[in-house]
């Protein structure tokens, strides 16, 4: 059969539900802690879960669709 699968592990995305549980200043220090300094938009996740369903070459894949989480220094 043409069946694929892939793992797609999002990083913080702006959506309606993350407003709902973080505070405006918890937002902006988590667009901080990734390359971008963004939240992820909804469009891209779905581009990218397009994408994979588009190409078997990804089979088996896992995706880490995050912006590049910056590593912190203690």
Known sequence: PNIHT???C???TDTE???AIFTTEQLK???GNVSKK???QPNEITALIYFC???P???GSLIH???GPIQQSK
């Open 38 to 40: 963004r939240l992820i």
């Open 10 to 12: 999002p990083g913080a």
């Open 17 to 19: 539900m993350l407003r």
């Open 53 to 55: 369903a588009q190409n």
């Open 57 to 59: 070459i990804v089979n």
């Open 6 to 8: 892939c793992c797609i």
């Open 65 to 67: 669709a995050n912006l």
């Open 29 to 31: 220090k988590l667009a």
